[in-house]
């Protein structure tokens, strides 16, 4: 990915020098960094909000209550994982972060549960079939509440920023559903 942005920099650079343009390039690199640290400063006390929230739960138990409650699902999700492993909280903990739209906070509990699955993994060298799922279920992040998206929303000035809310919704569990299927029959193929 570095590679593919850093052709785009280099491409993009090279073309306004030879059309003349870097006037053009001077002004977009500093608009580019003023908006992004205005992004920053804006989207920082939302997502530290809700960051604090989610170590709150961790802390106070809710976290783990949260978790196990997903359990039963996870259980039928994640068969080849032992009853009680820690990998399971890891998943739980990563599903509950990305259904409040918190992918900074999930991230953690997701490197920590593939973690935890690779030392459950026979083949080395192979993703097994939790990782895969893990995986699928991450990727599809279903979201219950998109905070980030909701907050650049409002960074950027919309008049109704959480009426995307039943869309998010709808979407993230669709896009959930159709990808444990997908894994699912790709699993029995095998």
């Known amino acids: 990915m570095n590679k593919i942005w850093g052709a785009f920099i280099v491409i993009g650079s090279i073309y306004c020098i030879f059309t003349n343009k870097i006037e053009l390039l001077n002004q977009e690199i500093l608009n580019s960094t003023k ?6 400063i804006k989207i920082f006390p939302v997502m530290a909000l809700w960051l604090g929230i989610m170590n709150i739960a961790s802390v106070s138990g809710l976290l783990q209550k949260l978790a196990s409650s997903l359990s039963p699902i996870l259980r039928k999700l994640f068969p080849e994982i032992p009853k009680n492993h820690e990998s399971l909280s890891y998943i739980a903990s990563n599903v509950i972060a990305n259904m409040f739209g918190l992918g900074n906070a999930a991230t953690p509990f997701g490197l920590k549960a593939m973690k935890s699955l690779q030392e459950l993994n026979e083949d080395k060298e192979v993703a097994s079939r939790s990782m895969v ?3 699928v279920l991450n990727t599809s992040g279903l979201t219950l509440i ?6 650049l929303r409002m960074m950027y000035g919309s008049a109704n920023p959480t009426e995307i809310v039943p869309a998010c919704i ?16 790709l699993a029995r193929r095998r």
């Open 170 to 185: 709808l979407s993230t569990v669709i896009a959930t559903i159709v990808g444990l299927l997908a894994d699912r029959i």
């Open 133 to 135: 799922t893990f995986l």
């Open 146 to 151: 998109p905070t980030t998206v909701i907050s």
């Open 35 to 40: 908006s992004s640290l205005d992004m920053v």
